[in-house]
């Protein structure tokens, strides 16, 4: 296992990809602070695909852009997927899920934990319509994923204040309604 929370990983990422026997971590786990981060993580999964089963992405980054996302297609026996992010990243977990094959047979739990959630509250409809239709456009991708393969969906609201999960099971109709998803509500 590999723990990277660092204020750039790009100085111990290139220390381990130039490892001469390569890398064979089966879990990775990265905490995001800044603007370069992805690239060095989408390197370090390439160069462990053969053997990455679990990956946990902290984005500790608040910001209104989704950058680039980081391709999990290589990652062939990724089991678990892990993202901790504020409901601003929605679209950057949705683009991510994106580079998965719906099909992808060993995939078995995608985990989404909002630490913080600014804009369920705002007064501001614009915001609020952007945010709705992220959520949207992740639950359209969640259902794909359960249609081919039964992939369990884990929705933890790390915020405090009541009926925040409540909120997100409505952002999420197709995928609540269907069954596959754990809302779960921690204070």
């Known amino acids: 296992m590999v723990v990277?929370?660092?204020?750039?990983?790009?100085?111990?990422?290139?220390?381990?990809?130039?490892?001469?026997?390569g890398l064979h971590f089966r879990r990775l786990i990265f905490s995001w602070r800044d603007e370069g981060d992805p690239r060095w993580m989408e390197e370090l999964v390439v160069?462990?695909?053969?053997?990455?089963?679990?990956l946990d992405i902290t984005h500790n980054m608040f910001i209104y852009t989704s950058p680039a996302p980081i391709d999990l297609s290589k990652a062939t026996k990724l089991r678990n997927a892990i993202f901790r992010a504020g409901s601003l990243n929605i679209a950057w977990i949705t683009l991510v899920l994106q580079t998965i094959s719906p099909g992808h047979r060993d995939l078995r739990q995608i985990s989404i934990h909002?630490?913080?959630?600014?804009?369920?509250?705002?007064?501001?409809d614009d915001k609020r319509q952007a945010i709705g239709g992220q959520w949207l456009n992740l639950d359209r991708?969640?259902?794909q994923f359960w249609e081919s393969h039964s992939i369990r969906t884990k929705v933890v609201c790390e915020t405090p204040g009541q009926g925040v999960g409540e909120h997100i099971g409505r952002l999420l109709p197709e995928v609540t309604k269907r069954g596959?998803?754990?809302l779960v509500e921690v204070e």
């Open 141 to 143: 991708l969640l259902v």
């Open 180 to 182: 596959t998803i754990d």
């Open 47 to 54: 160069a462990c695909s053969d053997t990455l089963e679990s």
């Open 4 to 21: 990277l929370d660092l204020f750039a990983m790009e100085g111990i990422a290139r220390r381990l990809l130039n490892l001469p026997n």
């Open 114 to 124: 909002v630490r913080r959630a600014p804009v369920l509250a705002t007064v501001d």
